[in-house]
């Protein structure tokens, strides 16, 4: 589906801060509140329409008019008929909504039932192969706002630091892997691990956040767009094994059934595969579960968001109580169902921790109100990157800082 025009007031926009920046395009990024990426797109349409700096700028689409015509007074009959008749439609109006649900599903289904990426699992022979990166991404609680006034600490969050954070994480991830780790990759394992918008589920949100959930949820489906394709063009392919956080779902309260349809994660995920439906460079699993596993060279990975995991920790040990306990049963879930993993991947935690046989990670958000009231150590945003090779299985594991 073709991308919806840019207004002209935005080229507009664009081609004059960039000529107020003397041409140069990290700035006027900057200035905009904008990645490069989005800005030199954004460029690129303004040539292509014929827009100059300097031209008037054109106006904002203006919003339809909706005209609200109240209904007349009636008859008891009369309303009853009439709702009668709107109970009917509604239902039929949900037969067809299910119908294409099931349409939906029954194709999201026979997509996870084929093959994996034949590539994760190749035998590698050259002398400079250095095994398969995975990226792990999770908890960008994106539109969460984090004031430092109210934490009498250095670190502030909104939507445009997002940005900026995601990109840098984005970016460096690729230098250490090019610039500091020598070898060769068959592409890289992009992980989706939940809690990626802050979304609604508490009150204090609600009220603190920038912008509602779905406003949240188109900016970072815009920006997910750029990091996937930036990876796809720097490693040649990208695999997602993708689940759902706590924070993305729609339901108020909790619950364990119809986890992926109840999330706007979920939602996401499906609206990206779609976006790269053409791309045969990237390749997706989407669960409708809590988690979904992935081998990489014969080395057996389980991802998870962890919210499912209860919480227990103390002062002293912090979340490790929990974790410990939560990846022994679940270790165990796994081998009873026929499905061992070697090592389980999480987020949730806003910790990054490096175990034997697990890997928790942190944030993108970095210190907030929330870890100040549990008088949480300060944490440094970052995300975890490491290696799998052929012979040693999980190797070099590398923190991203933003």
Known sequence: MAAAPIPDHLLQQAVDTLAACEGNI????????????????????????????GMPTPPRPEAPVIVVQLPEPRSRDVEMESLRKQLREAQAGAAIHEWAKAIIQQADTQAQERAPAPWLREHVSTPTAAGIPTLLLSDLHWGEVVRSGELGFDNYYDMPEAQRRLQNVTHKAAVLLRDHVVGDYPGIVLCLGGDLVSGSIHDELQQTND?????????????????????????????LPCVT???????????AKRRGHLSYEWLLYQFLQRAFACDERVTW???????????????RYRLTHGDTFRTGGDG?????????????????????????????????????????????????????EFAMSLSVTPEKPAQALWLTSEQHGRTIQMPVYS
Not at 323 to 336: C, S
Not at 354 to 362: C, E, K, P, S, Y
């Open 245 to 255: 956080g706590n924070h993305g779902r729609s339901n108020q309260k909790w619950q």
């Open 26 to 53: 990290s700035r006027a990024a900057d200035a905009l509140g904008l990645p490069r990426p989005t800005l030199q797109h954004r460029l690129k349409a303004a040539d292509r329409s014929g827009i100059k700096a």
């Open 211 to 239: 912008g509602t959930v779905l406003q949240q949820m188109l900016d970072l489906f815009e920006h997910l767009q750029t990091t996937i394709k930036f990876l796809a063009d720097e490693f040649g392919r990208v695999h």
């Open 285 to 299: 699993q989407i669960p409708d579960g809590p988690d979904t596993d992935f081998d990489l060279l014969g080395t």
């Open 316 to 368: 002293i040990i912090g979340p490790l109580g929990p974790i410990t306990r939560g990846t022994l049963k679940r270790g165990r879930m796994a081998a009873a169902m026929n499905q061992p993993f070697d090592h389980l991947l999480m987020g949730h935690w806003h910790t990054l921790i490096w175990g034997t046989n697990l890997i928790v990670n942190g944030s993108l958000k970095g210190f907030d």
